[in-house]
């Protein structure tokens, strides 16, 4: 197992190395002039020119990449060419209203995904394995910004049911994380469906069943257990998608996350917002897939075996 995830981890490095690379190469290929933009629409020539020497936009790219590796190392992400803030600070301070949304987002569609994974699966092929597929497939082909809108709209606006927008309390959080739940739920519905439908046909299950274990033990122990492999590689990415930020969501209710962040720092071609967004979500899904694997160990020793 030490090896294993020591493995995982050289490999992790590799990828975050590749990622500074390419998030680097890709930031200096956007024709946009760092130096302009900090320097303002209304600044001379001379200006420019000096504020781009002293950045060092005029080395080659190897030094330049060089001290950007160095800087990171040390923790520093830049520094926002628009509001002079610190690149990690800023991400650092939004982080939080995206986790309080992820994590709710995950409860919510896992709530909702794991008893109809559940039943479709038990009573394959009827009526209720049949309207789940097809409100699973609508729910998916749902555009998100659209559905936050329009729930925004009658829970929020009309109905008053949650706040419209923005982040105070707890309850700000509640109507984006239902809205995430309801597009992703009918997904996971069917993958815990077609994992536990494998399950269901392994021989452990049929020498359960002839012991006479009950049937609710049968589905959530011994089944479910075991059909949560697949789904928990797939959740350990969503989850990493989700904590480096959900554009549409947060900024259709106005959330001060990482997506918002991200959003503004494009619009403004902040190069170095950019660039430590995206390094910093990369981070988080490394990191996510780390765990994940630690979680199959506990979830399936044979995992640990082979």
């Known amino acids: 197992m030490l090896s294993r995830m020591a493995s995982r ?5 590799v990828i975050l190395w590749g990622t500074s690379v390419v998030t680097f190469l890709i930031a200096h290929a956007v024709p946009a002039d ?37 800087d990171l190392i040390q923790g520093d992400l830049g520094t926002s060419l628009v509001t002079s803030e610190a690149v990690l600070d800023a991400i650092l301070q939004r982080f939080p209203t995206t986790a309080a949304l992820a994590l709710t987002a995950i409860f919510f569609w896992m709530l909702i995904s794991l008893p109809l994974g559940i039943l479709t699966a038990k009573y394959r092929g009827q009526w209720i394995d049949r309207t789940v597929l097809v409100v699973g497939m ?7 910004f659209w559905l936050a809108r329009m729930l925004q709209y009658e829970l929020a606006y009309r109905s008053g ?14 109507l984006p994380a239902l809205t995430l739940a309801l597009v992703t739920s009918g997904y996971y519905a069917r993958l815990i469906h077609a994992s536990m439908v494998e399950a269901l046909g392994h021989d452990y299950i049929r020498v359960a069943r002839a012991k006479g274990v ?30 480096g930020g959900v554009v549409f969501t947060e900024n259709v209710f106005a959330l001060p996350g990482i997506g918002t ?7 403004n071609l902040d190069v170095p917002m950019i660039m430590g967004v995206v390094l910093f979500s990369a981070t988080l899904v490394v ?19 082979e």
């Open 161 to 174: 049911f949650f706040p419209v927008a923005g982040f105070i309390s707890w309850k700000h959080i509640l």
């Open 34 to 70: 760092p130096a302009r933009v900090y320097a303002g629409a209304n600044a001379d020539a001379e200006t420019v020119a000096r504020i781009r020497q002293e950045m060092g936009l005029e080395d080659p790219l190897v030094q330049q990449y060089g001290r950007f590796v160095l």
């Open 261 to 267: 962040l991200a959003l503004q720092a494009v619009f």
């Open 138 to 144: 609508i729910a998916i082909s749902l555009p998100v």
């Open 214 to 243: 009950a049937e609710i033990v049968v589905l959530c122990k011994h089944a479910l257990r075991n059909a949560m492999i697949p789904v928990i590689t797939v959740l350990g990415m969503d989850v990493a998608a989700l904590l």
């Open 287 to 305: 990191f996510v897939n780390l765990l994940v694997d630690f979680l199959y160990h506990w979830i399936d020793p044979r995992v640990q075996a």
């Open 9 to 13: 981890v050289i490999w992790a490095v």
